[in-house]
């Protein structure tokens, strides 16, 4: 497929309008709507929305509809194969998962996996929790500490579940997968190597993501600015802001071009597109880099562009969750975030006010991150896991393995436009009838999900706490960089 062809206008028919009215609906009634499969349009992103996930907690069932639903899906497969994993239908019992999908849709979205899987194991009822997303794990820990309390599933932040695994908190289901045939090759690469911890399984990887390039056409076309050819590498990014930067009559920012770290992507994240491997093949922190202070320097670059890093923190500050935040409000014109927010501009479909005084729906696109030396994107996500002294481990393990299969992760996509971790269900028929999730298939092959850096999984934290020291000019990069090589050497040594 040519270049040009990867540059998707996110126009909309009456297709998609028809999808957002019911979801709000849902949400207007106070009643989760129940999602459907998106019809096909040309050109459309076809996709539920994707609010913000709610903090709060609750127990539930399926909808009557979303089981109804699941299960001719689910019957019209038969047999023992679920998206080409073999269930046993003989293995019984109640088991709890725990969550942290609030938000209508998302909701909806597991209670339809739930739906399909316990069409497939009959003998399996499922209850979802859906916990905050800030004490989940907090909770989990202490009831695997205290022995009682525990899901018998969860969805687990599956790069720390090598840490977790390390901590004993998850169950080590390595022995389950060799028994039932469950190997990487089901998956995108980087999500089963996260899920590893001394070369065994932890979890099922579920769902991951990957970052882009989301542009205003609209702002593109203000600026006399071709729509269709996005900057590619860093100078083009900065050449593209020189036109798009606009000025209020007082000076201060109307809508500025981009910000490196607006958005879903940070340093380190920005690294990768320079070469940078923070952490060697053989485990080795790799932090004090020419590369790595380069890409601190190139931020730099654009927080004294924007007047200082706190004229930025103050622009920032007036921004909201959508539709008020930075990009759909028209207030920036280029961010990175990860593929599910194109969802989101579907849900709300934001307007543009152009130069000529005019509001009109934003035009957006999506390109891959620009780049210094290479191609690169970061991807994260999630993973079944299953905690240790879950009480019904058999039954928990035979949902966790069609949630994750082709069937239940497909669901999962079509409901919520999030990345499967599972290969085969990303290229589901209704996903791919949309080019951009085409793009964002496209955009996988080059995304990394990092490195896991035993002895200091955390060692990101190092370069968090010297990345505004650098902003203000406390700090220059290469200090910063050779500072958290240091810290996190001596970290290790403990």
């Known amino acids: 497929m040519d270049k040009k062809s990867w540059l998707i206008s996110a126009k909309r028919t009456g297709a998609l309008i028809l999808i957002s009215s019911m979801v709000l609906a849902g949400c207007d009634s106070g009643t989760s709507a129940t999602p459907t499969t998106a019809p096909v349009a040309t050109n459309t992103a076809v996709a539920a929305a994707n609010p913000t996930d ?5 127990t539930g069932e399926p909808t009557a509809a979303a089981t109804m639903a699941a299960t001719a899906e689910a019957t019209a497969g038969g047999g023992t194969e679920s998206g080409g994993v073999k269930l046993n239908k003989d293995v019984s019992g ?3 998962m725990w969550h942290f999908w609030s938000s209508p849709v998302r909701r909806n979205a597991i209670r339809r996996v739930i739906g399909i899987c316990q069409a497939e194991l009959p003998n399996i009822k499922v209850t979802e929790v ?5 004490d989940i794990w907090t909770a989990n820990t202490a009831a695997v500490a205290a022995g009682s309390g525990m899901p018998d599933v969860i969805v687990a932040d599956r790069p720390k579940l ?7 908190i998850y169950t080590d289901l390595q022995d389950r997968a060799t028994k039932d045939g469950i190997t990487g090759d089901t998956f995108w690469p980087f999500t089963w190597k996260q899920t590893l911890y001394k070369d065994h399984t932890y979890g099922l990887p579920f769902e991951t993501d990957v970052r882009v390039l989301f542009y205003n056409k609209n702002a593109f076309k203000d600026a006399g600015l071709d729509p269709e050819k996005p900057p590619k590498t860093w100078d083009e990014l900065m050449a593209a802001a020189d036109k798009l930067d606009k000025k209020n009559d007082d000076g201060t920012y109307k809508q500025i071009a981009f910000f490196p770290i607006q958005g879903n992507a940070g340093p380190e994240i920005w690294g990768y597109t320079n070469g940078v491997e923070w952490v060697t093949p053989d485990g080795k922190p790799q932090i004090d880099t020419p590369q790595a202070a380069e890409t601190l320097n190139w931020i730099k670059t654009w927080v004294d562009r924007y007047g200082g890093w706190q004229n930025i923190q103050t622009f920032r500050a007036g921004f909201q969750s959508p539709p008020n935040d930075a990009f759909m409000s028209g207030k920036v014109a ?6 599910g927010y194109a969802s989101q501009l579907n849900f709300y479909n934001p307007r543009y006010t152009g130069t000529d005084g005019k509001a009109a729906r934003l035009d957006w696109g999506v390109s891959d991150m620009p780049y210094k030396t290479k191609q690169a994107s970061w991807s994260g996500g999630f993973s079944l896991s299953m905690p240790r002294g879950a009480k019904n481990p058999d039954a928990a393990w035979e949902f966790m393995k069609c949630a994750s299969g082709e069937k239940g992760a497909a669901s999962w996509s079509r409901d919520t436009y999030a990345m499967s971790a599972n290969k085969a269900a990303a290229t589901d028929p209704t996903l791919m009838a949309d080019p951009a999730w085409a793009f964002f298939l496209k955009a996988m092959d080059y995304s990394t999900g990092g490195n896991f850096l035993e002895g200091y999984p955390n060692w990101g934290e190092q370069l968090d706490q010297r990345y505004e020291k650098v902003w203000t000019g406390e700090m220059t990069a290469e200090q910063a960089v050779k500072e958290a090589q240091q810290a996190v050497l001596d970290q290790i040594a403990k």
């Open 54 to 58: 709610t903090a709060s907690t609750g």
């Open 94 to 96: 109640e088991i709890e």
């Open 130 to 134: 859906a916990k905050p997303f800030g």
């Open 162 to 168: 090598p840490a977790d695994a390390a901590n004993n």
């Open 334 to 339: 280029m961010i990175v975030d990860v593929n």
